[in-house]
């Protein structure tokens, strides 16, 4: 199973084709658009590993924005006692969910490729319909 290491929002992720990740938001991107990543740190799989010097010249990974969103609420509250001085805050990290589709070597060969998605559309039943 070949994988690659990519950088993307000052963060490095171990990636395999078909895999679903959170990142860091990707700014001016719609859903169901393609993404490539450039900054590719390593590639390989089980016998054998292309490192690169930073980065490996060539290679890229190609990604499919899922959809943009955020996190959670996380609280963040800061009290200095015996002053009655309270202060409460929260932040909402925005994040984008991306599938990678294909992972290319440095000559351009695909070294893996993500099975295809296919949606399936829900059957209702019409039994009130038909009396």
Request: proline residues 2%; positive net charge; charged residues 40%.
């Amino acid at each position: 199973m070949s994988y690659a290491v990519i950088k993307t929002g000052g963060k490095q992720y171990k990636v395999k084709a078909g895999e679903i990740l959170k990142i860091e938001k990707l700014q001016d991107s719609k859903p169901n658009s393609k993404i490539e990543f450039n900054e590719i740190l390593a590639y390989g799989d089980d016998k054998s590993i292309e490192l690169g010097a930073p980065i490996v010249s060539g290679a890229k990974v190609e990604a499919e924005l899922i959809e943009n969103s955020k996190n959670r609420t996380i609280l963040i509250f800061k009290k200095r006692r015996r002053h009655n001085s309270r202060r409460k805050n929260g932040h909402r990290q925005e994040f984008s969910k991306i599938r990678i589709n294909k992972i290319f070597s440095k000559d351009g060969k695909v070294l893996s490729e993500a099975e295809k998605v296919v949606k399936t559309e829900k059957k209702t039943d019409n039994k009130e319909a038909s009396k």
